[in-house]
């Protein structure tokens, strides 16, 4: 299973950005796909994730009402539009896949994760 995670790049504060996040390779059981960042010196953390059957979506409080998560099931894709951002949004985002069912916000308990893409929002 590869994830590949694609759209960061530098913003102003303000700014909008559009992450995207494809998966490929074998078969595989997706319950939830999630993003998750780390900013440098901190833990990684939670931003949003959505249940794949049915297309419930959840958020951090940080990005509610500034974040979209959606997806494309035909493209095996996951996005994540970013807007309004701000100078604390800078981070390593990472988009993560959880098989089965539990909590969609604890990182430790997703399967599969792509490669960053970094996100820096300038003032």
């Known amino acids: 299973v590869q994830l590949q995670a694609s759209g960061g790049g530098l913003v102003q504060a303000g700014g909008s950005l559009r992450l995207s996040c494809a998966a490929s390779?074998?078969?595989?059981?997706?319950?939830?796909m999630g993003w998750f960042r780390q900013a440098p010196g901190k833990e990684r953390e939670f931003v949003a994730a959505i249940k794949w059957s049915g297309g419930s979506t959840y958020y951090a409080d940080s990005v509610k009402g500034r974040f979209t998560i959606s997806r494309d099931n035909a493209k095996n894709t996951v996005y994540l539009q970013m807007n309004s951002l701000k100078p604390e949004d800078t981070a390593v985002y990472y988009c993560?896949?959880?098989?089965?069912?539990?909590?969609?916000?604890?990182?430790?308990?997703?399967?599969?994760w792509g490669k960053g893409t970094l996100v820096t929002v300038s003032s």
């Open positions: 993560a896949v959880r098989s089965y069912s539990g909590s969609y916000d604890n990182n430790h308990e997703y399967d599969y």
């Open positions: 390779g074998r078969t595989f059981s997706r319950y939830y």
